[in-house]
């Protein structure tokens, strides 16, 4: 057998976009104002960067099942490189937004390609446990970059945030040169839009699949509700800064580390599908604790962040097995099935990012009670995929 890439390279190639997406947002009510422009414009860099993340992650999937995961990954590291150059230089709105495009553009192929590698060597039955460590290390790069960004932001300004991710971005573009093997076993035969078209739409009718990436995606969307507001109420609401934001998101990313954690610990012992209802459960617990305080006019940092904690720990439960079994269903296609999972879960995000300053017009309480709304989403597309399963499985179950 060809030589395997170890997990802990797949790790840093997963933590690397993370990092470049959470280590901003402290620093975007600064930078508005260093540059001149309004809270609409500035989430653009927020939004733009999820939004080419969803469509990246689309092209990036096919592109490794025709050319191979190497070399898709290192031209991808090495556009996420040129791109928080280009970001770190901006002398304008414009120039920071298209340094984010670029950043993004790269950094899709990273986050497509560690869950595909790993679906690659292990399969289904070796993938959930190995998904979960992906996933804690992604949990990792969210908890420190918010610190470390606040941080820098308020030492040396917002640009010397950007030369934090072109430093992490080289150093795995080196890292993956040198160790990263290809994976890729049998490889698509074209890359035509036809056939690329006539692919997505297998994935899509393969079992489950949509149920359980629309569970994940419901999840992923209640946080970027939280990320894309809480750096407003932070410095409007509560008089804070962003290294304030960064401390106390510390608890937030570090729930999910946990959760993702406990996700590879209890593999052994739970199915995927209970490990994503329990999680899901969590997540909704943690939803409705955050509204609360809203409805009563008692904010505060504890109720903003520790509810949050509780429903981003219920998401590093569910998210790698939610994960893990909707790529499983594509026989044939991961890094197809994978891409378009990103796809889904980050162009749902970039919507919902946009549409936050426009949320706040109407108050917290109705952004926080959309929070809430995500996890009984992802309850019933869960309950969903577990149907549809069944069904193919032993048709006379479902009646």
Avoid at 73 to 97: D, F, M, P, R, Y
Avoid at 123 to 137: E, K, L, N, Q, S
Avoid at 257 to 264: C, K, N, P
Avoid at 356 to 385: K, M, N, R, T
Wanted: net charge positive; proline share 4%.
């Amino acid at each position: 057998m060809k030589q395997q890439p170890s997990l802990i390279l797949l790790v840093f190639i997963a933590m690397a976009s993370p990092l470049a997406l959470n280590a901003f947002v402290p620093a975007m009510p600064d930078a508005a104002q260093a540059l001149h422009t309004d809270i609409g414009t500035i989430q653009l860099t927020f939004t733009a960067y999820l939004l080419t993340l969803a469509f990246g992650q689309l092209i990036s999937g096919p592109l490794a099942d025709y050319f191979g995961r190497r070399p898709v990954l290192l031209t991808g590291l090495g556009l996420h490189i040129a791109g928080s150059l280009l970001a770190a230089q901006a002398a304008n709105v414009e120039s920071l937004i298209a340094g984010r495009v670029l950043q993004a553009l790269g950094g899709s192929t990273a986050m497509v390609l560690a869950r595909t590698i790993i679906l690659d060597v292990h399969g289904r039955t070796g993938a959930a446990g190995r998904m979960g460590y992906v996933v804690m290390a992604i949990a990792i790069a969210q908890s420190v970059a918010p610190a470390l960004g606040g941080y820098l932001n308020l030492w040396s300004g917002w640009q010397s945030v950007f030369y934090l991710s072109l430093i992490m971005g080289t150093l795995v573009w080196l890292f993956a040169l040198a160790r990263l093997p290809e994976t890729c076993a049998v490889r698509s035969d074209s890359l035509r839009l036809g056939s690329l078209l006539s692919r997505y739409g297998e994935v899509l009718q393969s079992g489950p699949y949509l149920g359980y990436a629309v569970s994940t995606t419901a999840i992923a969307s209640a946080f970027y509700l939280f990320v894309g507001s809480t750096p407003y109420l932070v410095v409007n609401h509560l008089g804070g800064t962003s290294a304030d934001f960064g401390l106390w998101f510390l608890a937030v990313s570090l729930a999910f580390m946990l959760g993702s954690l406990a996700s590879t610990q209890l593999a052994h012992y739970c199915n995927v599908d209970r490990m994503v209802l329990i999680g899901n459960l969590l997540s909704l617990a943690g939803a409705i604790i955050l509204l609360l305080p809203t409805l009563f006019g008692t904010l505060s940092f504890a109720s903003l962040f520790l509810p949050m904690a509780l429903l981003t720990f219920g998401r590093g439960l569910s998210q790698p097995n939610a994960q893990s079994a909707a790529i499983s269903c594509a026989t044939g296609s991961a890094g197809t099935a994978s891409g378009l999972m990103g796809f889904i879960q980050l162009l749902t995000g970039a919507a919902i990012a946009q549409l936050v300053p426009w949320l706040l017009e109407f108050g917290v309480s109705l952004l926080f009670g959309c929070i809430v709304l995500a996890p009984c989403i992802a309850l019933l597309a869960h309950w969903q995929a577990r149907r549809v399963g069944r069904q193919m499985t032993d048709p006379a179950s479902v009646q």
